[in-house]
């Protein structure tokens, strides 16, 4: 370490000191523009100052932010003040390369787990196409196996047994739900057919991931009843520039069921306003689809657009307040999302944006139904109006009489059940109504 700062010294002053004034002038500036909040940006500066005094000029900047990060602050015990943590730190050293030598923001990979986890994120993105999303799922349960296996060790694949790949999707099995427990696996199967392709000898070891039971019909796709989803779009109240964006996102998520991806990926360019019609591109599946432009969503994201940010992002969704302008991410389209379920008073459960998108599947199953009811005359038939009432996803197995009726398909859909229509064909009237003891339709 080149000295020992003055701890009644201004951050600013301290790496003006280190560094050179300019250059320091210039990562403060960079800072506020991206309307950083003012103790955010004393603490990013106090990292830099930091960085500035540990280093020396033997190596280039990306090499010793990444010593620096993985040898130097796990071991600190510099006097000067600041905060330690490792993401915070990560942070303001990017965008401190970012400023001063317009250096990638990620620094070169430290470890041997980061650099697999980096080639196999290129193979994911490259080969594989997968979405964002899935690829940071992956890396990090991929990641957290390498991690409990090697630590910081060299990566060395004759160790991998089945007994070690079992053991580990077994423990993280007992702390997760089933569907989170079957993409451990999953996550885990995919490594070793990345592996696989790059010529290590992995036979049989995909097989010998167990498979998660996830049995058809055990639970209906949770979403929020027509009273939940008025005081849902309530919370919205539309006052402020930030407000009318996420009332316009929750309707773009209610009424086409969009995914978080896909709303952060609309741009203007999208939206066809003369057909009333909107170009789905940022798809998980990565095909294209057109959706239509309701009158409510339409008034929605004109009154939006009227306060939208000047920005040369083409993204209709973009920042407000802190790094005003820029493009949105889907983490900032699901925390919007939850503030709006805190605001309306619903259950701490109810998270995430799928629970939306189930809702808009549940509203046009209930339109569908009620279409098909209205064109066939089904004034006798029970279960569809109990459908209607409820406005819920029926599973197209079960039965209006019965649960054991489970050899049809799970999926929704617009049509009624084989035995619904048997029964119609002979009594020839419409549906048979069930007796007054049936029980009721699962919900």
């Given amino acids: 370490m080149s000295g020992t700062p003055g701890l009644s010294e201004s951050p600013l002053a301290r790496l003006s000191r280190v560094t050179s004034s300019p250059e320091a002038a210039h990562y403060e500036a960079t800072l506020r523009a991206r309307r950083l909040a003012s103790t955010t940006i004393e603490r990013y500066l106090q990292v830099s100052a930091h960085f500035a005094e540990w280093r020396t000029s033997t190596t280039t900047v990306a090499e010793a932010v990444a010593t620096f990060l993985s040898t130097h602050l796990p071991a600190c015990t510099c006097a000067c003040r600041g905060r330690r943590t490792l993401f915070e730190n990560r942070a303001a050293l990017r965008l401190w390369l970012r400023a001063t030598t317009g250096a990638s923001a990620s620094p070169p990979p430290s470890t041997p787990i980061d650099a697999e986890v980096e080639t196999y994120d290129r193979y994911l993105r490259d080969v594989c196409g997968v979405a964002v999303q899935t690829r940071v799922r992956r890396r990090r349960h991929v990641r957290a196996f390498l991690t409990e296996v090697f630590g910081a060790q060299p990566i060395r694949y004759d160790v991998l047994r089945p007994s070690v790949l079992t053991s580990f999707v077994t423990r993280r099995a007992q702390h997760v739900r089933p569907v989170t427990a079957g993409a451990i696996a999953s996550d885990l199967r995919s490594y070793l057919r990345y592996l696989a392709l790059q010529g290590v000898a992995v036979a049989g070891l995909p097989e010998a991931l167990p498979r998660v039971a996830q049995w058809r019909l055990a639970s209906v796709p949770k979403h929020l009843t027509p009273t939940d989803l008025a005081r849902f779009l309530a919370a919205f ?27 952060a990926g609309l741009r203007l360019t999208d939206i066809d306003w003369r057909s009333a019609a909107v170009t789905i591109r940022s798809s998980k599946v990565h095909r294209a689809r057109v959706v239509p432009l309701t009158a409510d969503l339409g008034d929605a994201l004109a009154g939006y657009l009227r306060v939208r940010p000047p920005t040369d992002r083409d993204h209709v969704f973009v920042r407000i307040g802190v790094l005003e302008g820029e493009a949105l991410t889907p983490s900032v389209v699901r925390s919007a999302m939850r503030l709006g379920y805190a605001r309306a008073g619903l259950p701490a459960s109810v998270t995430g944006t799928h629970r939306l998108r189930h809702t808009a599947a549940t509203r046009e199953s209930a339109r569908v139904l ?19 009432q409820n406005s819920v996803t029926v599973p197209c197995g079960w039965s209006s009489t019965t649960r054991r009726n489970t050899r049809h398909s799970g999926r929704p859909c617009g049509r009624w059940p084989r035995s619904w229509a048997a029964r119609s064909r002979r009594s020839g009237a419409g549906c048979a109504r069930p007796s007054a003891t049936a029980e009721p339709v699962p919900v």
């Fill in 237 to 263: 109240d539309r006052a402020t520039p930030r407000s009318r964006r996420d009332y316009a996102m929750a309707l773009c998520l209610v009424t086409w069921g969009l995914r978080a991806c896909e709303v």
């Fill in 370 to 388: 009620r279409r098909v009811q209205s064109e066939r005359g089904w004034t006798r038939c029970h279960a569809p109006a109990s459908i209607l």
